[in-house]
């Protein structure tokens, strides 16, 4: 008898410690946007202003202050960079040119 009583033990343990993975987040919320000053002039009549944002460096967010990007001649338009919900979690879409 001494058995089952260990097994069950055992098995109350694994449960309980299996119900606390289950609730951590592997991640932290997004902080909500910096206030970020009105940027200086274009460098160039064909650059854009990229707006800062939140990145993720494996430990905590940090701010990725805003900057200029210049043209790319053989793409149509500028797509900003932004946050998009996947499944539990928000994944950052780094801005592009298309």
């Not at 009105?38 to 650059?47: D, F, I, L, Q, T």
């Amino acid at each position: 008898m001494r058995y089952p009583a260990r097994a069950a033990l055992v098995a109350v343990l694994l449960l309980a410690g299996g119900v606390g993975v289950a609730n951590a987040q592997s991640y932290a919320p997004i902080p909500p946007p910096r206030y970020e000053a009105v940027p200086p002039p274009p460098p160039g009549p064909r650059a854009l202003w990229e707006p800062g944002h939140w990145h993720w460096n494996g430990r905590a967010y940090v701010w990725i202050g805003g900057r200029y990007v210049g043209y790319r001649p053989n793409y149509h338009h500028y797509v900003p960079g932004g946050w998009v919900r996947r499944g539990p979690g928000w994944v950052w879409i780094p801005a592009h040119w298309n």
